[in-house]
């Protein structure tokens, strides 16, 4: 009886969609986990004395499961570590690093690397950092009819013929290993020289205030809104950027104007950005929750959050009178293999950059600083695209900070510095 009072809570706390995870399988080089429905982005970290990985899916596993190891790795134990979380522990034999997490269907494959003493134990102090699945698959987005007052061009979501596209961040296999990477090894491996511009010279960013005229976006606790936050840090972001002249770059509004979800990542594609950064402000019922974050796309939300809040940014267009349904079907695809794809590597890349610089200035995060969630103005699939949430509006504290100059241009810094260093390397 006991037994299946456990089996209830624990169905009971997990999240309503969150899929069952049926085996687990060892073969050499990588580890496979099976479910009956897709995983959303995992969590991972590693453990020394003895060597282990760890890794948290979004999802349920009962019973425990175990399997024998291949090579390098030992065995495999995975059982439920809380309500809606489902924990794999690789045990190993020796330091061994995810090089990768590749998702299709309702399977996730980890991707193993042998690894130095050395690399293992930075992955270790790391500690638990979001690991981000490659997906080459998922559900396209509901089908909606198309609003006559604003039409995307017929290309949009297709990659544009005159650009190549990004250079694939992970070598292949048979290449050598790179050199260890400054974060965690389930990183993508940054480039020491930065990135080359895909239009030559200097490479170019592209800065999102989000939300705009009618759309206010968040009001915060003295009714403040979240679009003049988003205007005055990137138009300051910009400043402080052209000022050091390292790199090129352009705002999608530099007043306070409506633009379509589909329209900020048209500009970026035409631009044919380096880089693509949509700034945001928060607000929860809980005025105690604080903190920035940072999002990178996945057509699976890495949390409840992540999904709450890109339903709600996406709104945006129904409040101008737009339907999202202009996006053309075919873009459910495309999103999904933006993951799959280098543009999407590169996107977590920057998310990994930004965190540091962000923590330089002394911005406080909410618990863990990166999430995936399925945002509209971030589906370009050829412009390397996060969306940064600065704070919550409706915390007194990050209000303050958020509606001051000084705290504006502290996160403006912040944002600035972790541009130049991924798109210059310096």
């Known amino acids: 009886m006991r037994r299946i009072l456990l089996i209830l809570c624990l169905f009971w706390a997990a999240p309503l969609w969150a899929a069952r995870i049926t085996a687990v399988e060892s073969q050499p080089g990588r580890v496979t986990i099976t479910a009956d429905g897709p995983l959303p982005a995992a969590q991972a970290f590693a453990l020394a004395d003895p060597f282990r990985l760890v890794v948290d899916f979004v999802g349920v596993v009962d019973p425990a499961l175990t399997a024998p190891g291949t090579n390098s790795v030992a065995g495999l134990r995975m059982a439920m570590f809380a309500p809606g979380t489902a924990r794999l522990v690789i045990d190993l034999k020796a330091p061994v690093i995810i090089r990768e997490a590749r998702a299709t269907g309702n399977q996730v494959v980890l991707i193993l690397d042998r690894s130095t003493p050395q690399l293992f134990a930075a992955m270790v102090a790391r500690g638990r950092k979001p690991l981000p699945l490659l997906r080459s698959d998922g559900p396209p987005p509901p089908p909606t009819l198309p609003d006559a007052g604003f039409q995307l061009p017929s290309d949009f979501g297709k990659p544009a013929t005159a650009a190549e596209p990004p250079a694939p ?3 292949p296999a048979e290449a050598a290993k790179p050199p260890p990477p400054k974060r965690e ?4 491996i940054a480039r020491p020289g930065g990135v080359k511009s895909r239009t030559g010279g200097k490479p170019l960013v592209v800065i999102d205030a989000g939300h705009g005229g009618k759309d206010v976006g968040a009001i915060s606790v003295d009714g403040g809104y979240e679009k003049d936050v988003t205007l005055s840090i990137a138009r300051e972001t910009a400043r402080i950027l052209r000022e ?6 352009k705002l999608t509004r530099d007043t306070d104007i409506f633009i379509p979800l589909g329209g900020r990542v048209r500009i970026a594609r035409d631009a044919r950005a380096d880089l693509f950064i949509s700034i945001h402000a928060d607000s929860a019922p809980n005025d105690q929750a604080r903190g920035a974050s940072v999002y990178t796309l996945s057509a699976v939300a890495s949390d409840a959050i992540a999904e709450r809040l890109a339903a709600r940014e996406n709104k945006a267009d129904i409040i101008g ?14 999103m999904v293999d933006l993951v799959r794809r280098a543009t999407g590597n590169v996107s977590v890349q920057f998310a990994d950059t930004l965190q540091d610089a962000l923590e330089e200035q002394d911005i406080n995060f909410r618990g863990e600083f990166h999430h995936f969630a399925a945002f509209a103005v971030l589906k370009a699939p050829d412009v390397p695209s996060v969306l940064l949430e600065t704070g919550y509006v409706t915390n007194r504290q990050d209000a303050e900070r958020l509606f001051s100059d000084a705290g504006r241009r502290q996160v403006a810094r912040g944002v600035a510095r972790a ?3 991924h798109l210059t390397g310096k």
Do not use: M, T, Y
């Open 244 to 249: 050091s002249g390292k790199v090129r770059v």
């Open 321 to 334: 009178g737009v339907n999202l349904g202009v996006e053309a079907p075919e873009v459910g695809e495309i």
């Open 185 to 188: 090894a389930v990183a993508i």
């Open 169 to 171: 961040e992970a070598p």
């Open 419 to 421: 541009i130049e260093r």
